[in-house]
């Protein structure tokens, strides 16, 4: 089985972001980590590989010279290539942009059974590329898979994550799935881990390397201005003798002066 | 040139609209207003109930598109999503919304793909400047919020459920006009064979209008008990923090925060949560927070309207006690 896996770095959850000159601060952006959906999808694509017994995985990753440190964290973690997609013309691309890139150079690997990648990532929320990606490719997606019950010879059967359950859905491979954190907690790189990804393959193309015009690429997404949300105000301690009178306190707060139950 | 009309592609289940489906016929009612034109509504299914196109209309579509057909009865997102960009071309409509809801978030981008367009999603507010939208939207799971253009046409967005209030459906609205929508065979890879119901009869979170969560103070799985009979007495959901998810005393789909689920419900009660950055960022556009905690010093309490400082497994009971006599 043969996966293809993209991901991206992203800032690390606990970045406290800053604004400047209206956009995100760059200089507040200084620790990365592999997007964590991503590395879902990295850690069900190194189980499904490691149950088939045979195949291979490629990481495709779109990401300035710097992010070849965290592609080499999914080569440590297990995956056995990497695609790095570097060049001037993939800095601000919106997730319209990005899906045609990834699915240029997804083209260009060939010979895959299942396209995986995060259903989301933490920095600009669009939970757009896989699906995007899917379409350009012509195949079917699942979006937000928590668990693969079956994948066999050209179809899988996967549950995604729906408002009060799961949906079981049943899809023909090759195909493109999202990953949604489900029940696999994603493994750490060894020492022994750390050391073979130095040896991995690992390529760099460039938006010609992929056969791809800059100016197909302009982003139709504008970000024309950016906030921190109001802060909020500290409220009140509820104090009383008891906790019974602190609760019941509370409860009339809620009731007469927030009005909310 | 596009018509200046707004079109919802609604939402239904078990034969009912959902809320969310009304909270973007509100959006679109504004958004139609300041453009000139007219809200519309889209419905998907199989021997769909006439009431749904009706609401819609009452609710404040001038036109219904409706597409009823046997190979729509189990959601396919290839097939779905070509019925709804086939409808999108023959309505040319400048503007299309669905609701950030697992289905929406799953069908949009598909549709945008089919068109070539972009797609904001999860957008909380909707301004029209010049003629073209400018969209608030969070990221960063709410650390930041950003305005944006989408320079493609029609402008797409997905809806954040519970920022828009639901559209009242008035009976006497003049009727919609329905618009029947042809379907023809369309081949799908992907097709949901099944739903598998979790999580019992409680709300669901991002839905619900009041939250209790716990965090790592509950110390163990069988403590959520405590939770849940608030939760109860409150008709709220369960939400968890990362650090009890991360233990296993939860379930992902009760995660709120950066890696799990942004909410915004009326009240937020957070129970043994000291507020790491990720869980305020997925919690702080809550009207009303409550933090109950034995750490006088816990982040929490800087985000919290009212708080609580003592052992959550004395105030919660307490506290669920003094609501129950609250509603005698």
Known sequence: ?261 | MSTNNVLVVAEHLDGQLKRISFECVTAAAEIAGSLGGQVQAMVLGTSLPAALAEQLGQAGAQTVFTADDGSLQDYAPERFAQVVADTVRRADPAVVLFGATARGRDLAPRVAAKLGVGLASDCTGFAVKDGRLVITRPMYAGKAIAQVALQSSPQMATVRPNIFPPAEVAPDRQEATIEPVAVGEIAAGAVVEEFQAKGGDRPELTEANIIVSGGRGMGGPENYVVIEALADALGAAVGASRAAVDAGWRPHSDQVGQTGKTVSPSLYVACGISGAIQHLAGMRTSKVIVAINKDADAPIFKVADYGIVGDLFDVVPALREAIRELND
């Open chain 1, 1 to 261: 089985m043969n996966i293809i896996v993209c991901m991206k770095r992203t800032p690390d959850t606990a970045t406290k972001i800053a604004v400047k000159d209206g956009q995100i601060d760059p200089a507040c952006l200084d620790t990365w980590i592999i997007n964590p959906y991503d590395e879902y999808a990295i850690e069900e694509a190194l189980q499904l590989r490691d149950r088939a017994g045979e195949g291979k995985i490629t990481l495709v990753s779109i990401g300035p010279p710097e992010a070849q440190e965290t592609i080499r964290k999914g080569l440590a973690m297990g995956c056995d290539e990497a695609v790095h997609l570097v060049d001037d013309a993939f800095a601000g691309l919106d997730p319209l942009g990005a899906a045609k890139v990834l699915a240029a150079a997804i083209q260009k690997v060939g010979d895959f059974d299942l396209v995986y990648t995060g259903w989301k990532g933490v920095d600009e929320d669009h939970g757009q590329t896989g699906i995007y990606l899917a379409e350009f490719l012509g195949l079917p997606h699942v979006s937000m898979v928590v668990k693969i019950d079956d994948i066999g010879d050209g179809e899988a059967r996967v549950e995604r994550e729906v408002e009060g359950g799961h949906e079981l859905v049943r899809t023909s491979l090759p195909a493109v799935f999202t990953a949604q954190k489900g029940e696999n907690e994603p493994r750490y790189p060894t020492l022994r881990g750390i050391m073979g990804a130095k040896k991995k393959p690992f390529q760099t193309w460039s938006a010609a390397d992929v056969g791809l015009d800059p100016a197909g690429l302009q982003p139709v997404q504008e970000i024309l201005s950016v906030t921190l949300p109001p802060q909020r105000q500290a409220g009140r301690i509820v104090e009383g003798e008891t906790v019974e009178e602190k609760a019941r306190e509370l409860a009339r707060l809620l009731r007469e002066e927030a009005k909310v139950i």
